[in-house]
């Protein structure tokens, strides 16, 4: 039987919709909504207000074919309007858990609710140091223990860090380091695993992309394989497959390929043989790949650049790096 976190009717929010499933078996009285964005890919500029940038995530998430654009843009409307009417319920709740994924959405709807604050005040935090997703309604429910009302410390902080994440150069989140986080404990991770996103020196590669190559290179030679591989050397793992897919993809794809054999590319429309015999593809570094996982060749001096990290757009001409050894960033030449 489901429990109530108090007497009322209760909102819970939550990263997506596998944790949001579970949190509604395991209580009743309480409604629950998904946040769904994979914040850590594509734009997060600045904008005039929240709703221009849910307009610009669809935009983005429609052009990776993940959904209809205009589907999404309804998805994320139907999302927001749920969040404007926080006042109806007598608590709001958020459960997160401690990998990226989770953080900046936490840091996100925080910085909302400092721009919107609740009348009475009953805004709480769960911040769960496993992930929601697997856990069953019973298992779930152990992670309530650690409710705590949110502070004006979080608040104050998700919104310095919200902003950071927001800037067209990347030094204001890099600064966040040099800061005291510990009123988000699981925040100084997530901002240096998000750095470890742009191009290191010396290779060109993302975190990401250095783990993709580095367990071909060790004979993980399959896609099914190399997910789980690339998953494991992460402190807390955070990237779905589907973004993976697309990582996988631009290493196989155009003139500076690093990887060879890929059969196709991945689409969340592919027909289930298509997608069994991509899964299966029998993946190799080329000479270009070996060359740049040993640091003897610049990725991005060799592909097209053209990414997002927060609000920063990286280009070929606005190349923005993380050198992980000295915790430095370097400015573009």
Known sequence: MGRSLQPGYDLIITNGDCAGEVLRKAYTGTEVLPWRDVLH????????????????????????????????????????????????????????????????QLIQILDWFAANPRGDGALWLIQAMDFLGPQSAESITKFAKDRN??????????RTAWLAFRQPAPEAWAGLLTQDLSALPCLEQAV??????????????????HQILMAINEGVGEPRRLFGASQELEEAAFMGDWS????????????????????GYFSPALAEEEFKAYLASPLRL?????????????YTKKAPIDRWVGGTHLTND??????DETGALVAPA
């Open 149 to 158: 009302p949110v502070s004006a410390a979080q608040l104050t902080l998700a």
């Open 286 to 298: 080329n000479t270009l790949g070996l060359q740049v996982l040993a640091g003897g060749a610049d």
């Open 318 to 323: 606005n190349l923005w790096r993380w050198d």
């Open 41 to 104: 890919e594509g734009p997060v500029p600045l904008t005039d207000s929240h709703e221009e940038l849910s307009e610009t995530r669809a935009d983005f998430l429609g052009r990776r074919n993940w959904e209809d654009r205009a589907a999404l843009l309804e998805n994320f409307k139907a999302r927001d309007l749920g969040l404007a009417h926080h006042e109806t319920f007598q608590s709001v709740t958020l459960w997160f858990e401690h990998d990226l994924y989770d953080q900046l």
């Open 192 to 209: 240096r695993r998000m750095l470890q996103e742009l191009p290191a020196p010396g290779s060109g590669l993302s975190r990401t992309q």
């Open 244 to 263: 993976f897919w697309g990582w996988l993809d631009g290493l196989a794809s155009g003139s500076g390929r690093l990887i060879e054999g890929l059969e």
